[in-house]
């Protein structure tokens, strides 16, 4: 029996491990104070954003995070912890977590992982203010293309001046 419970908590480590090692973010929130619905509508923001939302025993998670090296993230294991893993956007999980935490004071944002550096609250709500990728991607690409229109505008005004001081030439030309 002891064996059996064993391997599940070590299976259980290894899922979070995983996890951890899968993710290109994190964060710990403390939901302490939100009912059901709450916590329901809660999980669906973090599912539609691509954000899996999961609840360990602290114990689990301290072991899956020394394992990994996150010895300094374990001590905001305290309480009642959710974790959110975001894979695809290292924004989502704190952008839904903030939102929500400004709509529900009971949600407390303890701390996160960002690519593989712990931070603290200020740097999720940083991180959350952030817009969109899709924004951030299309301002990278619109201040690109500024000095590339720029340096067309000059050529094509050069070759407008080239062909009119020709014109001017050849009609001199003819005149003679």
């Known amino acids: 029996m002891k064996e059996h419970v064993l391997k599940k908590k070590e299976a259980l480590v290894s899922e979070i491990k995983e996890k951890i ?27 539609e954003a691509g954000v899996e939302y999961k609840v360990y025993k602290n114990t689990m998670m301290t072991r899956a995070f020394n394992d990994l090296g996150y010895e300094e993230f374990t001590k905001f294991f305290e309480g009642p912890n959710g974790i959110a893993f975001s894979y695809e956007d290292a924004v989502g999980a704190a952008k839904i977590s903030n939102d929500f935490a400004k709509e529900n004071d009971a949600l407390t944002i303890k701390a996160g992982i960002v690519d593989g550096k712990i931070v603290g609250l200020d740097e999720i709500k940083a991180l959350a203010e952030l817009p969109p990728k899709e924004v951030l991607i299309a301002q990278v690409l619109g201040g690109l293309n500024s000095p590339i229109q720029g340096f067309a505008n000059v050529l094509s005004g050069t070759m407008r001046s080239l062909v009119t001081a020709l014109d001017a030439i050849r009609a001199k030309q003819e005149n003679n």
Request: no cysteine; net charge positive; proline share 0%.
């Open 21 to 47: 090692e899968k993710s290109q973010s994190m964060v710990l929130v403390d939901y302490r104070g939100l009912n059901v619905d709450k916590v329901t509508q809660l999980r669906k923001s973090y599912r």
